[in-house]
């Protein structure tokens, strides 16, 4: 269980990279938010790809397919999610994976990142994102077993999400730690 979380300051360096990335990208048919979408998702990968450097482990960029984005130790495969919030996310809070993807995302695991931004700020400006979170991570089955399904135009009485998306969220509690993820990572053994 994910009880604590990695917590970035985001650089101009960092935000800069992110945003590169995401203009470089196509924006997605069914895309909610456009590029803004794409430059959330580049922040989390470019956040999670120093984490992974910074505890020494290697990985192989598959960004190009859309089946996963990394693969690590030589055999397992990652997808990156991120979500952007208006606060530091907590315990109970959800992390979520689009049904959309999710038929054609199978990744060993899912990783999950929060940013945090200012509601004050512009959409097109990538200075209101502030922080990164890295959250843990939960490998396919249990997602698939313990995630919660949403459709779209549901609503969450638990905190009156109405969801735009048809999704699968997981409780960031449920999440595996980042120290027991890079013990995986390195080979260490699963959970």
């Not at 530091?88 to 995302?105: F, G, K, L, T």
């Not at 905190?159 to 120290?179: D, H, P, Q, Y």
Request: charged share 25%; proline share 3%.
């Amino acid at each position: 269980m994910a009880t604590s979380y990695a917590e970035v300051l985001l650089t101009d360096e960092i935000r800069q990279e992110a945003f590169a990335r995401a203009q470089s990208l196509p924006i997605f048919e069914g895309s909610h938010r456009k590029l803004e979408a794409n430059v959330v998702g580049c922040i989390g990968e470019v956040v999670f790809e120093r984490f992974l450097e910074k505890h020494g482990v290697t990985y192989v960029d598959h960004r190009e397919s859309t089946s996963r984005d990394y693969e690590v130790n030589g055999q397992l495969s990652l997808e990156v999610k991120t979500k952007d919030r208006t606060v530091r996310p907590r315990i109970d809070y959800d992390n979520s994976v689009p049904a959309y993807n999710h038929e054609h995302q199978r990744p060993d695991y899912y990783y999950f990142v929060s940013l945090l931004r200012d509601s004050a700020g512009l959409g097109s400006d990538v200075r209101r994102f502030t922080h990164a979170f890295i959250l843990g991570g939960i490998d396919l089955e249990t997602l698939d077993r313990e995630g919660a399904r949403w459709e779209t135009g549901q609503v969450d009485p638990s905190n009156g999400t109405r969801f735009w998306t048809a999704c699968i969220n997981v409780s960031m509690e449920k999440l595996i730690s980042n120290k027991e993820m890079i013990a995986v990572f390195r080979g260490a053994g699963v959970p």
